[in-house]
């Protein structure tokens, strides 16, 4: 049974981290340490016009109370919007019409911000006790072009033109954008779009590229945070905040830019990535090496061709430069619809590369893992009709990511829970291809067929500690069941 006021952790301070949770017992993998509710959750800046209920974008779709973006009644008289809907509407600030309704604007970037001021107001202690204590970073976010943007979009805007600045002053509202900017996550809105929260305790969680704690978002955004890995009482519990599967350069990059800090994790530090080679190029001056930083910690630092003979060398910011444009290669591929032009556009884009990445490279690997969905998924690619050699390269795809997060992201992680299950159609098929051809008897069969009951009820396991209605939580209740007709089918074997 678990308690859902589980509270496994304690709060630790020091020079490197900061405030930090430390565990206060010996914990066990997909064990609950703590769950957490938002101080305010609202749109990421930037977004193009949303509904300030839903989060779904909306096209010339206003509230008729404050004439801010909406997408109905439903959403026009929701919790979440009442904040606002009444400041707005008090100061006849309304918001301004836009000719391309897809197009990001900066008029909701105020949108956040203001909830966590009237979230201030309705709950003193709680800001006093978990938000004051925040980091913000003031001094290097004042050196960034967003310190500029804010003060204009957002506390010029909120304490002149929605005058409220009787109750707020301008250096709260930046201090504000500044606990958001640095402690805020994001997470799926029930449409799918992603938004942000602010989760006072999860906050406090430090950062590694190598986590050993992982967060669920459920109804009413509230967050579980679990254990992916035993840990041992007094260790320090290490959420990862960027994309668990980026290479070096860009987790580096991000967590400098967004969360103002120089990650010297395990995996920052080691040129190939623990071994998982997510940031190797290819050698393309002899067959022997492979080009590896010299200093990982030194974005600037030169990569340089591991063969002893080879004069191979290229500079830190010319590897960046080619993880963007291949980036922007496949965040056009990722915009594509599920079909079977998404899975032929990615395998023509693996052997564009093929000569440029090493094949566990982060970017290659991106697409494989999307193209271990894809196979078996889309018109003339179903899993019924794929060929083996087929079923082999989706086995294939999701090994290879498994293998990776076996070091990244040891434990139960959500993204190995959906591979494991992606893993388990292919060999099923091939098994049972190879029986119906009859190469193999019924109990070599089922023989088999113990594995992919295996990589199921993994699955199942992992992924049923999820939000029922998300996609993974729907995921989890399928493999459960796969599993269990599986089960049952070889009972009349
Ligand atoms: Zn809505
Ligand atoms: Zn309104
Ligand atoms: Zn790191
Ligand atoms: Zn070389």
Same mark, same amino acid.
């Given at each position: 049974?678990?308690?859902?006021? =589980? ?7 020091? @020079?490197? +981290?900061?405030? +930090? ?8 993998? %997909?064990?609950?340490i703590?769950t ?38 439903e959403? @026009?008289?929701? &919790?979440? /919007?009442?904040? $606002?809907?009444?400041?707005? &509407?008090n100061a006849?600030?309304r918001f301004?019409?836009v000719?391309d309704? *897809? &197009? ?7 949108? *956040? ?5 009237l979230?201030?107001e309705?709950d003193?202690?709680?800001?006093h ?7 913000t970073?003031?001094?290097a ?6 310190w500029a ?6 506390a ?5 033109h929605?005058k ?17 900017e640095?402690?805020?996550?994001e ?7 992603s938004?942000r929260a602010? +989760? ?5 969680a =430090?950062h590694?590229?190598v986590?050993?704690i ?11 945070v679990r254990?992916?890995v035993?840990?041992k009482? %007094?260790?320090?519990?290490?959420l990862?905040?960027t ?7 860009v987790?580096?990059q991000?967590?400098l830019?967004s969360?103002?800090?120089?990650? *010297?994790c ?8 623990l %071994?998982?080679h ?9 067959d022997?090496?492979?080009i ?7 974005? @600037? ?14 500079s ?5 430069k080619?993880?963007a ?22 395998e023509?884009?693996?052997?564009k590369?093929k000569?440029?990445?090493h ?25 019924? $009709? ?12 999701c090994?290879?990511?498994?293998q990776?997060?076996?070091v990244?992201?040891p434990g139960?992680?959500?993204m190995?829970?959906?591979m494991?299950? $992606?893993? /388990? =159609? ?15 008897t019924? @109990? ?5 067929l113990?594995?992919p009951?295996q ?17 993974e %939580? ?5 493999a ?12 009349c074997?």
């Amino acid at each position: 049974m678990e308690e859902s006021s =589980a509270s496994h952790y304690d709060i630790q301070q020091d @020079e490197k +981290y900061g405030r +930090y949770l430390v565990a206060n017992k010996d914990l066990e993998s %997909g064990d609950l340490i703590f769950t957490d509710t938002p101080f305010a959750v609202g749109p990421k800046p930037g977004n193009p016009p949303l509904c300030l209920g839903c989060y779904n974008p909306v096209e010339n779709s206003l509230c008729s109370r404050c004439g801010w973006p909406i997408c109905g009644a439903e959403c @026009e008289a929701s &919790a979440a /919007h009442a904040g $606002e809907c009444e400041v707005f &509407a008090n100061a006849k600030v309304r918001f301004q019409p836009v000719e391309d309704w *897809t &197009a990001s604007t900066p008029q909701l970037d105020c949108i *956040t911000p203001l909830r966590m001021l009237l979230a201030k107001e309705k709950d003193p202690d709680r800001w006093h006790r978990d938000l004051e204590p925040m980091e913000t970073h003031t001094e290097a976010r004042k050196e960034k072009p967003a310190w500029a943007a804010d003060q204009v979009n957002i506390a010029d805007f909120l304490v002149d033109h929605c005058k409220l600045g009787s109750k707020y002053d301008k250096d709260l509202v930046q201090r504000v954008c500044g606990i958001l900017e640095v402690n805020s996550v994001e997470i799926p809105s029930r449409g799918g779009f992603s938004v942000r929260a602010i +989760y006072p305790r999860l906050a406090i969680a =430090a950062h590694s590229c190598v986590p050993n704690i992982v967060h669920t978002i459920f109804q009413e955004d509230m967050v579980k945070v679990r254990a992916t890995v035993p840990i041992k009482s %007094g260790s320090a519990l290490l959420l990862c905040y960027t994309h668990a599967l980026s290479p070096t350069l860009v987790r580096r990059q991000y967590l400098l830019e967004s969360k103002f800090f120089n990650c *010297t994790c395990a995996r920052c530090a080691d040129p190939t990535e623990l %071994g998982t080679h997510l940031s190797t190029l290819k050698c393309t001056k002899c067959d022997n090496g492979v080009i590896l930083s010299t200093d990982p910690l030194d974005n @600037e630092a030169q990569w340089k061709c591991t063969d002893k003979n080879c004069e191979f060398k290229t500079s830190g910011a010319a590897v960046s430069k080619i993880l963007a444009v291949v980036q922007a290669e496949i965040d056009q591929l990722d915009m594509m619809e599920p079909s079977p032009q998404a899975i032929e556009q990615r395998e023509a884009t693996l052997k564009k590369y093929k000569s440029v990445f090493h094949p566990r490279h982060s970017l290659l690997l991106n697409i494989k893992h999307a193209l271990a969905q894809l196979y078996g998924r889309v018109e003339g690619y179903s899993i019924d $009709e794929l060929p083996d050699l087929m079923l082999e390269r989706k086995a294939e795809f999701c090994k290879l990511v498994l293998q990776t997060l076996d070091v990244i992201t040891p434990g139960d992680s959500r993204m190995r829970g959906m591979m494991l299950y $992606e893993l /388990h =159609a292919p060999i099923m098929f091939m098994a049972r291809n190879e029986y119906s051809a009859g190469l193999i008897t019924p @109990e070599k069969l089922k023989e088999r067929l113990q594995e992919p009951i295996q990589h199921l009820a993994d699955a199942a396991r992992i992924l049923m500690r999820e939000d029922p209605q998300s996609p993974e %939580g729907i995921t989890g209740q399928i493999a459960q069941q796969s599993m269990e007709q599986l089960k049952a089918s070889l009972e009349c074997l």
